[in-house]
Nanobody, 114 residues
Framework: VQLQASGGGLVQAGGSLRLSCAAPGSIIGIKALRWYRQTPGKEREWVAT???????NYADSVKGRFSISRNRAKTMVYLQMNSLEPDDTADYYC?????????WGLGTQVTVSS
């Protein structure tokens, strides 16, 4: 199963983007849905987590600006990004952690211009 993130693009500082990740219903035993981001030369950085029970956590750097959510059918995971800053520029990846394995998606590039 290959996850696919989409919705990235070029936006001015202060703007918004919504990232989407298709999460097939065939994935079972889900423990957490997560978003990460990575810039060249840096380690992958955790951004947000949502558990099946709805518990949510955010990295301090995005708290109050980003929002993780899931559709009712539980087939899509979203990351709403508001008040974007140049430091948010990165490739964004979705991740699904299950009791069996971790699933990663192909990244989507977000570029925030100042």
């Amino acid at each position: 199963v290959q996850l696919q993130a989409s919705g990235g693009g070029l936006v001015q500082a202060g703007g918004s983007l919504r990232l989407s990740c298709a999460a097939p219903g065939s994935i079972i035993g889900i423990k957490a849905l997560r978003w990460y981001r990575q810039t060249p030369g840096k380690e992958r950085e955790w951004v947000a987590t949502m558990t099946p029970s709805g518990h949510i956590n955010y990295a301090d750097s995005v708290k109050g600006r980003f929002s993780i959510s899931r559709n009712r059918a539980k087939t899509m995971v979203y990351l709403q990004m508001n008040s974007l800053e140049p430091d948010d520029t990165a490739d964004y990846y979705c991740n699904i952690g299950t009791v069996y394995k971790e699933y990663w998606g192909l990244g989507t590039q977000v570029t925030v211009s100042s």
